[in-house]
């Protein structure tokens, strides 16, 4: 072979083996085998929730008071959502023998939308966070889609599309199963994990549209539904966003995987403070999420 035929079988087989299993689209990255351990603001390890096991996708409630996350059934290839409380009682939110993964809490903690392969395709599900009641079908479309926040007033949804590359979309909360969504981003690039902020008049993501992966908001008018133009948050690197409760602090990854947090005034405009570096996340953790406070950071530790 030549050196170019080479170099090319070399990417295919890269490609492939970085892909999704057949019939199960969407990657496996980001499960970590140990608890979920919650870290100060030093990275210091101040306190674990649940069993060992393997998680994955994550996020406490609005109140603080409980944790949904997602994690494999033991010896089977089942991923369910389960449901922690402040004093460590789990509960088994999904039964199906199927994928289910990202939950996301309602506005008042009753609900939780997953996505779950039990169908084929990722589709969006939601169900009682107390386990109780059917798992009731929520948004169906060609794509496989992963939630990643509910508005605030309850009314919408941010996901995003699995697959390379991903893009964020805007769906009402109400409406057929078939209901058409809307594109956050301009589909040429790649944007993924959507947060709406506290107040519900942003949102904040990850994107490439700046010409290298960084954190950027975009205004949002719920009355309207409408979305205004990116504001570029960060300059070195930024991934998987989150807003502190009050909406006066954010938090990413930079590129170095580095928990970085950053003072924001995000009221008619945008404004932002400097990168504050915090402490060097686990290694392998894509999903974490944030307590109300922003003294704790949430995360599958080993």
Excluded: C
Excluded at 94 to 112: E, K, L, N
Excluded at 295 to 300: I, Y
């Amino acid at each position: 072979m030549t050196r170019a035929v080479l170099l090319f079988v070399l990417i295919v087989s890269l490609a492939a083996a970085q892909a999704p299993p057949a019939g199960r689209e969407g990657p496996a990255r980001g499960a970590v085998q140990g608890r979920l351990t919650w870290f100060d603001r030093q990275g210091n390890r101040v306190g674990t929730i649940g069993e060992t096991g393997a998680y994955r996708t994550l996020q406490v409630s609005r109140d603080g008071k409980h944790v949904a996350a997602e994690r494999s059934e033991p010896g089977t290839q089942t991923r369910n959502i389960w449901v922690f409380d402040s004093a460590g009682a789990a509960t088994r939110v999904t039964t199906a023998a199927a994928w289910d993964a990202f939950p996301i809490w309602s506005p008042d903690g009753t609900r939780i939308i997953f996505t779950s392969n039990r169908g084929g395709t990722f589709d969006l599900y939601q169900k009682s966070a107390d386990g109780s009641g059917a798992e009731e079908l929520l948004y169906k479309s060609g794509e496989g889609k992963g939630p990643n926040s509910w508005s605030p007033d309850g009314k919408y949804l941010v996901y995003y599309s699995i697959g390379q590359p991903t893009h964020l979309r805007l769906l009402a909360i109400n409406g057929p199963s078939d209901r058409t969504a809307i594109p956050i981003v301009d589909n040429q690039f790649s944007s993924i994990t959507g947060r709406f902020s506290p107040d519900g008049r942003w949102i904040l993501y990850s994107s490439n549209e700046s010409g290298k992966t960084e954190v950027s908001a975009r205004p949002f008018d719920s009355s309207t539904g409408t979305i205004g133009g990116p504001v570029v948050v960060t300059n070195d690197g930024g991934r998987y966003p989150l807003w502190r409760g009050d909406g006066k602090e954010i938090f990413y990854m930079n590129g170095e995987g580095m928990v970085v947090a950053m003072d924001v005034t995000a009221g008619k405009t945008f404004g932002h403070g400097t990168p504050k570096p915090l402490f060097k996340a686990p290694s392998g953790v894509l999903f974490w999420d944030v307590a109300p406070d922003g003294q704790r950071f949430l995360m599958p530790a080993p």
